[in-house]
């Protein structure tokens, strides 16, 4: 069986070998048991139950929430010729009709179909005369309602399991939490199943997280390498979505908006060209994001926190699933703190609920000013334990430098306390400082102890310092009222000097910071990675599919790197099947070939030249210049053109006669065989240029060789 799944991998989807417990899953399915898989995005979830299901007789049926989702499996399998259609409400009544009747007849191999249309009475007693292979339930989480995905739809998924007691299920999710697996696994009926779990790691997302000082400028500055690729940048509101949209736009990069204030066709167009162009950003409240498979998403930029680390995660895994090197970047300040935990003191939630938001947030904020590798915090919030700092992510990279701010956070603290528990951020600050503004004079705080105790830190560390005693929950803040900071019982301890506070000193964003990922593309590929690219466009637009679906970037770039010269060759190249060979290999070989020929052709025209302005008496400087390219050229075409009698030496160079005897005698000082250039031209002691040396050699060889 093993031998048949890896046959249908290399010659379908033109891959070498399954990845992590691909295989595994495979033969579990295979031998007709359920499987709950969770595995994360781009990890290769759809192989899973694909290939099983080409192993067996029968239909398969795949349960996708989304048309977006099932429309985007459809064509990736119709390009690798396999027969796959979908059911669901944008299809007429005769379309519908048609699928039927390929289904009858067995001509179809997957069905992908909406949770509420598959539990239709008539779908599934339909579906009962047909042989089926498998059930896939996609994006399972769906079931869960603590989630946010909750789709009561799934809910009634449950029934397949009685309705098709015989027939292998496999639930699949990206979602890790040990609360909604159980949840899926009771919703659906997996008791049986065996759950295969990966690592939810991705390694190539680079992490990096900054404070928030002038944010677009540092998102330019995030962008400045980042001209022509995909990415998602994510804003909290509306109005920060239409702005920083524009202002991409003005600074010359191709950014479209997406929120849900925007009518459903300007989202939809918007939609459809991030995910059929190249180069473009997407600034997009969270609005935007689910039901995109888009696999080159080079990154992710958040100029606003997110809520949770699971969303976070969820959000920043949209970069990169075609496994190349891909970016998730950040930048939080002090007022993504109080509007975040204002917004969940304020909203109509109950107290516990309010309670888990706020903890989640902590998180998120945890993770903001950690100072350990950003990956091991992550992972290890999800339970998953990363053995060694993970070494491709900011703190990894970039010595996070900390500070010892157990005496100013006592400052900062009994500044707070001293002025009554009722002052922003702002006013302590002053009060610190020992600036004498209208409000601390008619507050009377300069006859305070604290006034200007904390004179020899500045401002920005002083703003810093309180950002991060809210965050490690020291002190809280007033959101009902003035958002006054007020102190906590856990600040206590480093009060009485029992504990010591080591915090992260916010790192300057440097404008030449080190480039991290992203430019896969060399300089001297570009005209080729180009050529390659526009041509997967125009295969894209004429077969109505997403240029991804054509070929995967990974896929252009192994061409661009290995030049295929024959189909043979094309074959070896990851993630070209057989049914992709046939219809793009010669296209893509044609361009690769093309830019080959088109080189040597520009090489021979330049010999062609040179011999020619030889003949006609011009020296080498004289061509070198006319050409404009270096004497070394020249004297190469020379040589060349003299050991293929296109020209003899006396046209070639202009010597004088006893200068050319003497090197004649160099090289022929040897019985029976010509010295090597480089010895003559140590023999003559350097005083002939290396290029007439190869010219009267070339000459010489004709006697001689
Ligand atoms: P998921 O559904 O888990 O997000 P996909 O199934 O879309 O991930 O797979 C992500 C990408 O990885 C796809 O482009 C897929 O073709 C590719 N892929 C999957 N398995 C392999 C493999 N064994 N070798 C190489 N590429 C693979
Ligand atoms: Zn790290």
Known sequence: MQKQALSILKSIFGYDSFRGQQAAIIDHIVRGKDALVLMPTGGGKSICFQIPAMLKDGLAVVISPLIALMQDQVITLNELGIKAAALNSSLSAQQQRDIARDLMAGKIKFLYVAPERLVQERMLSFLQHLPIALFAIDEAHCVSQWGHDFRPEYLQLGQLAKLFGDVPRVALTATADTRTQQEIVDKLQLHQAKTFVASFDRPNI???????????????????????????????????????????CSQGYNALPYHAGLSSEIRNTNQQRFINEEGIIMVATIAFGMGIDKPNVRFVAHLDLPKSLEAYYQETGRAGRDGLPSEAWMVY??????????????????????KVELYKLQAMLALCEETRCRRQVLLAYFDEVLAEPCGYCDNCRDNVQTWDATEAARKALSAIYRTGQRYGVGHLVDVLLGRGTDKVRELGHQYLSVFGIGKQITEKTWRTLFRQLIIRNLVTIDLEGFSGLRLTDNCRAVLRGEEKLQLRVDQIPKLDKPRTVIHHVREDEKKLWEALRTLRRRLAEEHNVPPYVIFHDATILEMLRLKPRTLGDMAMINGIGSHKLENYGPAFLEVINGEQSVSDSRARDIQYEIIALARAGMVVEQIAHKLNCTSRVVYRALAEAISQQQLSLEQALDLPEDLLDRIRHSFLEEEYKLASVPKVYKQLGGEVEEGVLYCVHSALADIFG
């Open 333 to 354: 300040g002090l007022q993504d703190v109080l509007l975040n935990q204002q917004l969940i003191v304020q909203s109509e939630a109950s107290e516990q609920h309010k």
């Open 206 to 248: 680079f992490y990096r997280i900054q404070s928030k000082e002038q944010p677009r400028k540092q998102l330019l500055n995030f962008l400045i390498d980042k001209k022509e690729v995909a990415g998602i940048v994510y804003c909290m509101s509306r109005k920060r979505v239409e702005e920083t949209a524009a202002f991409l």
